[in-house]
C-alpha cells in the first residue's frame, strides 16, 4: 500500500517533519526518540516547524520510528494522525479543525478546504489536494492527493479521532491506493452519538 | 410586496444581525444574535440611539437627520458594559429603515464576552474565517517567535566562541588570550604592548558612535598597518588595543614603533566631514626582561605602564620598569603636544 522509495514532495515543511517528532516523543518517550533520529542518521534531534527539510529526511525518520516500534508505516501514521487530534500538547491543530464546522458532516465537507486553510496560516506548508464525494446513506468518500503518500493513513487516524471529538459514531475503511491516490470511505452510522468535547469559539488554545 | 413579517423572517437569517427601526427609531424587530448580546434587556421597544452611542456619522442629533441620508455607514458602540464597537449599515425602507450590524474588528473580543457560536454567524459572513486565521496565525507566529529565539541564542553562544571583534575585524579578548596561553614557555622572546585611545570619550559624545565606530576602525587599520604579520592585534574593550609582537623585545625598535603609531593616530580623520582628533597613550612590557613573568603577569605590567603613561600627560608612552615596580619614564617628542583640539 505505501512504497518506501516514493518521494513525499520537493522539500518536507518542518511542521510535518516537527508533527512527527512531537508524536513520537509524547507518546513514546524523548529517549525513543533520540533512538530514532541516531538510527536514521539524522545529525541532530530537534526539527524545527518553520525551516524546511529534504524529503528523505522525513523517509528516513518514518523507517526508524517503524523498525524501532517493529510497526507497519500505514499503523504509525494513522496513529500519528489520532495523536493530533486529541493529544494536549498539539491542541491549536484540533481547534483549526473544529472551525471546519458545528457538525461533523459539516467538518467533512469542508475538508476540500484543507489544503487551501493551511497555505492561508503557513504560506509554504502544502498538503495534498483532499476531495469529498458523498454517495447518499451517511456514505462518503475521501480522495486524498498523490503528493505526500501515506497521507491518507494520516487522514484516518484524523477523521477518527475528529469523529470522538464531534461526538459523531463513524466507520472508516481505507480503501487503497488508485494511481497514488488514496481513498478513505467514511460510513456514518451516528451525528450525535456521544456527547463529544466542547469547542469554545472565544477561547484560543494557548 | 414583501409584508413586515416576511422580510423581519428573511433579515433573521440571512441578517442575524439587524434591527428594523420605524420612523422615530424605535426598534420594532432584532436579529437573533444581535439580541444575543443583551440577553436580559429586550431591544424591541427601544430606541437606537438610547441603546448605542453614534461614533460615526458624527454630531447626528436627531434620528430624522439618518434617514435623510440613505445608504450611510454606521460606526456604534453600546452605551452599556461591555462597550462593544459594531459597524454597520443603514437602508431606508417604507416606515423607517433597516440596520445591518457586523463586529468588524472587534470580533475576536465579541466571542469571547458573548460565548458566540458559528451558529450566531450567517453562512455567508467571513467571522468564522477570520478567527480561524487569526488563530492559525498566531500558531504560526509562536514557532517562528520560538524558531527566532533559538537562533538568537545560537547566534549569542558562536559570538560568545568567536576570535573575531566584528568591528574593527582584529582578534578580540578571547583571541588575545589563547595567543598569550601559547606564549606561557619560559625564555619566549615578544612584548606586551597596550594601547588606550585619548580623547575617543569626546569623538563619542560630540560626533555620536558611528563617528566613534569610524574612528575605532581607522585605529585598527593603522595598528595593522604599522606591525608585522606575525604580530597579534587586538581589541580587547571599548578603545583599548593590546599588540603581541613576536620575536621583538629591542626597546628602541619598540620605541620606534610606538611612536610611530601615535604619531600616525593623531592624524585628523575625517568623518562625514567633521574631524576626529584623538591620540594613544601606550604601556609596553617585553618578555626578556622580566623572565620567569607569566603572559598574564605582562600583560598586567603593560597595563601599569599604560597607567603611568597616561598620568604623564597622555598622548605619551611608558616602559614597564622592573626595578622600581613603577613605569619608567621614557619622555616621547610627542608627549609634549597637548590633547588635539576637537572638532
Known amino acids: 500500500m505505501l512504497s518506501n522509495d516514493d518521494s513525499w514532495g520537493i522539500g518536507m515543511h518542518g511542521l510535518v517533519n516537527g508533527a512527527i517528532q512531537s508524536f513520537v516523543i509524547n507518546t513514546y518517550g524523548r529517549e525513543r526518540w533520540t533512538h530514532v533520529t541516531e538510527a536514521a542518521g539524522l545529525g541532530f534531534a530537534e526539527f524545527e516547524a518553520m525551516l524546511t527539510y529534504d524529503d528523505a529526511l522525513t523517509e528516513a525518520v518514518l523507517d526508524a520510528l517503524c523498525a524501532e516500534l517493529c510497526r507497519e508505516r500505514g499503523e504509525v501514521l494513522e496513529d500519528l494522525g489520532t495523536y493530533l487530534v486529541s493529544h494536549p500538547a498539539v491542541e491549536a491543530l484540533r481547534r483549526l479543525l473544529r472551525f471546519g464546522g458545528e457538525t461533523y458532516v459539516d467538518f467533512l465537507l469542508s475538508l476540500d478546504d484543507l489544503p487551501d486553510r493551511a497555505r492561508l ?76 468535547r466542547a469547542f469554545d469559539l472565544g477561547a484560543r488554545a494557548g | 410586496m414583501m409584508g413586515p413579517d416576511a422580510l423581519a423572517d428573511l433579515l433573521a437569517r440571512l441578517c442575524p444581525m439587524h434591527l428594523m427601526l ?80 457586523s ?69 578580540n579578548r578571547r583571541a588575545m588570550d589563547h595567543v598569550l596561553t601559547r606564549k606561557s614557555g619560559v625564555g619566549l622572546c615578544y612584548s606586551v604592548m597596550h594601547i588606550d585611545l585619548d580623547f575617543f570619550k569626546q569623538v563619542n559624545d560630540t560626533l555620536g558612535h558611528a563617528a566613534g565606530d569610524y574612528v575605532l576602525q581607522q585605529v585598527a587599520r593603522v595598528l595593522v598597518e604599522e606591525t608585522r604579520r606575525e604580530d597579534a592585534v587586538a581589541r580587547v574593550g571599548g578603545d583599548e588595543f593590546v599588540v603581541v609582537f613576536d620575536n621583538l623585545t629591542d626597546r628602541p625598535r619598540l620605541r620606534r614603533i610606538a611612536l610611530r603609531l601615535i604619531e600616525r593616530l593623531e592624524q585628523p580623520m575625517q568623518f562625514r566631514g567633521r574631524p576626529c582628533a584623538i591620540s594613544a597613550s601606550i604601556g609596553i612590557a617585553p618578555s626578556v626582561e622580566q623572565p620567569d613573568c607569566a603572559p598574564a603577569e605582562l600583560l598586567r605590567r603593560a597595563d601599569l605602564a599604560l597607567y603611568t603613561a597616561k598620568r604623564a600627560g597622555r598622548a605619551t608612552f611608558r616602559f614597564f620598569d622592573p626595578h622600581s615596580c613603577a613605569a619608567e619614564v621614557e619622555t616621547a617628542p610627542t608627549a609634549r603636544m597637548g590633547p588635539p583640539r576637537l572638532g
Do not use: W
Open chain 1, 121 to 196: 496560516a503557513v504560506s509554504d506548508l502544502h498538503l495534498p489536494a483532499l476531495e469529498l464525494r458523498e454517495q447518499g446513506a451517511g456514505r462518503y468518500e475521501l480522495s486524498c492527493g498523490p503528493d505526500l503518500p501515506g497521507f491518507g493513513c494520516v487522514m484516518m487516524g484524523i477523521l477518527r479521532a475528529m469523529a470522538d471529538d464531534y461526538g459523531a459514531l463513524v466507520m472508516l475503511d481505507h480503501d487503497g491506493n488508485r494511481d497514488g491516490v488514496e481513498v478513505i470511505v467514511i460510513t456514518l452510522i451516528e451525528m450525535a452519538f456521544a456527547k463529544g
Open chain 2, 22 to 101: 420605524d420612523e422615530e427609531g424605535v426598534i420594532r424587530d432584532v436579529g437573533p444574535t444581535l439580541q444575543k448580546l443583551r440577553p436580559d434587556a429586550p431591544m424591541q421597544g427601544r430606541r437606537f440611539l438610547d441603546l448605542f452611542d453614534l461614533t460615526r456619522p458624527r454630531a447626528v442629533p436627531r434620528f430624522s437627520d439618518l434617514l435623510a441620508e440613505p445608504g450611510v455607514k454606521l460606526n456604534v458602540v453600546f452605551r452599556d458594559t461591555p462597550h462593544t464597537a459594531l459597524k454597520g449599515q443603514l437602508a431606508v425602507i417604507p416606515g423607517g429603515a433597516v440596520v445591518a450590524l
Open chain 2, 103 to 171: 463586529f468588524g474588528i472587534s470580533l475576536l473580543d465579541a466571542v469571547r464576552d458573548y460565548a458566540l457560536t458559528s451558529a450566531d454567524f450567517a453562512a455567508t459572513d467571513l467571522a468564522i474565517e477570520l478567527l480561524y486565521l487569526v488563530e492559525a496565525k498566531s500558531a504560526a507566529m509562536e514557532a517562528s517567535r520560538q524558531l527566532n529565539q533559538r537562533l538568537q541564542a545560537a547566534r549569542i553562544s558562536a559570538e560568545e566562541q568567536a576570535f573575531t571583534d566584528t568591528l574593527t575585524g582584529l582578534k
